[in-house]
């Protein structure tokens, strides 16, 4: 078991779901593949989806949803099997 | 009559408000966000206040925030810029309950104007044409299947609340229609809090004019058209006054009937006509208004010599307007390029970042509205405009040559910016002879 931390490609606002009103993409404990969408960065009014760039399962975000990211910040902890 | 102003805004448009406060001995307030503690505006400004964190609904979008920072700083007006709040009715009424001026129309003109299907109605009944269209909204895919039916194909599935180019699909054919109603009502839905949509022709080759106008809630003048047809994704990039496609007479019809339009709503303040111009048949149709001063005001300025932002807020002081039309004079031909913080080579990616150098143009005829200085940041939560390049000489040709000097004078360091798309644009011999549409500048850049 290792974990591995999903990172930020952009500064940013950082969004847990794709809309205000909709779920979030990934809750606590679910499980990722590498390429699944875990969140959206919102810079000057463009969004840019982060995927993850690994599998495993989610311990935790380290980003609340809404709140300003830098490049390279991570934003996910994942346990990689 | 007020002395103290504050400016809910940032960026460009704060510093523009308060150069024109100052210039009325107008004390002013500038307020901020985390990401704008050390902007220009919060340095021109006689105050400043803090409003909150970077992100602009917790800051900028913040009602309560910013009418708390009016109080504390005893201003007595405020100034909404353009975005953001600024045709917000709820906002505008919350500050005249705050016993404060709001720096624009009446929060009910506000919200007739927002309301795109109100406005339309407003259009027909003061004689406006209006974009072929279904009668209000369409509540349901067989209301919209018969509209569009009498309308004609292609036609344009709008959101009753959009704007900005939001909230709009194009049906070519009925099995499109049938194909996008509902996502359409849905995405209206998610996007507006409001699913409500209504049914236009889309005019294919179309170009986008716009009328500036100016009221004091009983008089109404205008100052002239713009023509903004080359745009991205909606957005205007690169505007000119006066609109190089149409003639005296279509100028005059066109101002007449916008004049016409704000003078049966009593408008006070500063705000835009949108039309379409069909150059094939001669033929203009009011689109939506704008309710507050807009990005490419200065090339209005540029040709008339009026300052919109000033008279703004002479009209919210209680003073008449200053001017009769018959004062208002057009001179030369003016152009706006806007500059900003996205990289045309790669889709237009956003670049924030810190300015590590600056060259600003300069010279005979050349204005630069801008947020930037050296070593300034350009933080990534708000929209992307940097600074305006804006040109003015007697003739077109003399103005493109103008901005084609004026853009080589420009360097900045640290951040991509669109400049280098606007020296292309300003060689094109479509561009040079002023061949283009709406649809111009995508296919230019798919090409």
């Known amino acids: 078991m290792s974990e591995h931390e999903v990172l930020s490609p952009l500064p940013g606002i950082f969004y847990r779901r794709p809309a205000p009103e909709k779920p979030p993409y990934k809750e606590y404990g679910d499980q990722v593949a590498e390429g699944d969408t875990i969140g959206l960065v919102e810079v000057m009014k463009q969004f840019t989806e982060i995927q993850a760039d690994a599998g495993g399962k989610i311990v935790r975000f380290l980003v609340d949803d809404e709140a300003p990211v830098e490049p390279g910040q991570p934003v996910l902890l994942i346990e990689v099997a | ?447």
């Open chain 2, 1 to 447: 009559m007020f002395n103290k102003l504050l400016v809910a805004n940032r960026g460009e448009i704060a510093v523009r408000v308060i150069r024109a406060a100052k210039e009325l001995g107008v004390r002013t307030v500038a307020v901020f966000s985390d990401a704008d503690r050390d902007s220009l505006a919060v340095q021109f400004a006689d105050e400043a206040i803090h409003i909150g964190p970077a992100p602009a609904s917790k800051s900028y979008l913040n009602i309560d925030a910013i009418i708390a920072a009016a109080r504390r700083s005893c201003a007595e007006a405020i100034h909404p810029g353009y975005g953001f709040l600024s045709e917000n009715p709820q906002f505008a009424e919350a500050v005249e309950a705050a016993g404060l001026v709001f720096v624009g129309p009446t929060a009910a003109t506000i919200r007739m104007m927002g309301d795109k299907a109100a406005a339309r109605s407003a259009a027909k009944a003061a004689d406006v044409p209006v974009v072929p269209g279904s009668d209000g909204e369409v509540a349901d895919i067989d209301h919209a299947l018969a509209a569009a039916r009498e309308i004609g194909f292609p036609v344009m599935l709008k959101a009753s609340a959009g704007g900005g180019g939001r909230g709009i699909r194009v049906a070519l054919d009925r099995a499109g229609l049938e194909h996008q109603f509902h996502t359409a009502q849905a995405e209206a839905k998610a996007a507006f809090g409001n699913g409500a949509l209504y049914l236009e022709r889309f005019l294919q080759r179309a170009r986008h004019l716009e009328v500036q106008v100016l009221g004091d809630g009983q008089h109404v003048v205008h100052c002239f058209e713009r023509e903004c047809s080359l745009q991205r994704r909606r957005q205007k990039i690169w505007e000119e006054a006066p609109s190089p496609a149409i003639d005296r007479e279509t100028r005059d019809v066109l101002c007449a009937s916008a004049v016409r339009l704000v003078e049966r709503a009593r408008y006070r303040g500063a705000g835009t006509l949108e039309f379409l111009y069909d150059e094939d048949t001669g033929e203009f149709f009011f689109i939506e208004m704008n309710t507050r001063i807009q990005v490419e005001h200065p090339i209005t300025e540029m040709i008339t010599g009026v300052d919109l932002v000033r008279e703004m807020i002479r009209i919210a002081q209680g003073e008449p307007l200053g001017l009769a039309q018959a004062d208002i004079e057009m001179r030369g031909a003016a152009i706006e390029v806007r500059i900003n913080a996205e990289d045309p080579d790669q889709n237009f990616r956003p670049s924030p970042g810190k300015v590590a150098a600056l060259a600003l143009p300069g010279g005979p005829g050349v204005r630069i509205d801008t947020m930037l200085y050296p070593g300034c940041a350009v933080p990534p939560y708000y929209d992307s405009l940097l600074a305006k390049i804006i040109v003015h000489a007697q003739t077109r040709d003399i103005a493109l040559a103008r901005l084609r000097r004026a853009l080589d004078e420009f360097k900045v360091e640290g951040i991509v910016t669109t400049a280098g798309l606007h020296k292309r644009l300003a060689q094109l011999d479509d561009v040079q002879a002023a061949r283009f549409d709406t649809g111009f500048l995508e296919k230019l850049l798919t090409a």
